[in-house]
């Protein structure tokens, strides 16, 4: 599935990896309806084509997302959610497959909580995130107050949300917020070549290495020690558990059947 040059929402296969790119820049890709539904579908394209190993949302013309269109909301009463995803169709249950954040300019509000739903983000040198929803007397309500302090040190967490101050890449880095630093211009190349490592590994060992780790950080106090051993015993049990080992000995790449 290709997208078209036009719309709220393009979609292009580059080989396993699907790039998602929000396509509103006359308004900073905030997030309407139509953005929402047109994340929601590229979600469940993601979790459902074998073929796709990696997602990568984005947004056009060097801005990421400023959040949810406050002025569509007020004329229209609409909230760009989707049933069963939440918030711009992915902050409530992004794809089960690694999705990355590759973020140009602002990730604001709503932005940063579509950031916050990914597994990883490559920032250019000059993006930044916040959360200011206080300032116009509101909460960030996509995920952000619970998911920042389980990314970055509770004091840093805590002094995005009381003052709605926006960090730099550089800042969100050291915070470890940000995987990836880039050069302005290439969030989205960077991205796409940390997708491509991902997507040449073993599809059943990453989507369960995942899982595990979203649900650790989920429930911290849970022990995981005992928790992870059904999904380890998942992966040995796999034909890719015996493919990985057999074509590191023949030296050559991997078959990956995916089961």
């Given amino acids: 599935m290709t997208g078209t040059p036009t719309g709220p929402v393009l979609v292009e296969r580059r080989s396993e990896v699907l790039v998602v790119t929000i396509n509103r820049p006359e308004a900073r890709n905030a997030v309407n309806p139509a953005v929402a539904a047109g994340i929601g579908r590229a979600m469940?394209?993601?979790d459902d084509d074998d073929e796709l190993r990696v997602g990568v949302i984005t947004g056009a013309q060097g801005a990421f997302c400023a959040g949810m269109d406050l002025r569509h909301a007020a004329?229209?009463?609409?909230?760009?959610n989707i049933k069963g995803r939440g918030f711009a169709g992915i902050v409530e249950r992004p794809s089960r497959k690694p999705l990355i954040a590759a973020v140009e300019g602002a990730a604001v509000g709503g932005g940063c909580e579509i950031a916050l739903a990914c597994d990883l983000i490559v920032a250019a040198e000059s993006a930044r995130f916040a959360l200011p929803e206080?300032?116009?007397g509101l909460v960030p309500?996509?995920?952000g107050l619970f998911k920042l302090p389980g990314r970055i040190p509770y004091h840093a967490a805590m002094e995005m949300v009381l003052t709605g101050e926006a960090i730099d890449a550089e800042r969100a880095h050291q915070l470890g917020l940000v995987s990836r630093v880039a050069p302005d211009g290439t969030a989205l190349e960077?991205?796409?070549e940390l997708a491509a490592v991902i997507a040449a590994n073993a599809p059943v060992a990453v989507a369960v290495a995942a899982d595990v780790?979203?649900?650790?950080a989920a429930a911290p106090g849970e022990d995981w020690w005992t928790g992870q051993k059904?999904?380890?015993?998942r992966v040995r049990a796999t034909a890719d558990a015996a493919e990985g080992p057999r074509a590191f000995a023949e030296r050559r790449p991997p078959r990956w059947l995916g089961r």
């Fill in 141 to 143: 309500g996509g995920g």
């Fill in 134 to 136: 206080v300032r116009v």
């Fill in 44 to 46: 469940d394209l993601l």
């Fill in 230 to 233: 059904p999904f380890i015993e």
């Fill in 213 to 216: 780790v979203r649900r650790v």
């Fill in 190 to 192: 960077v991205a796409l």
């Fill in 75 to 80: 004329e229209t009463g609409e909230r760009p």
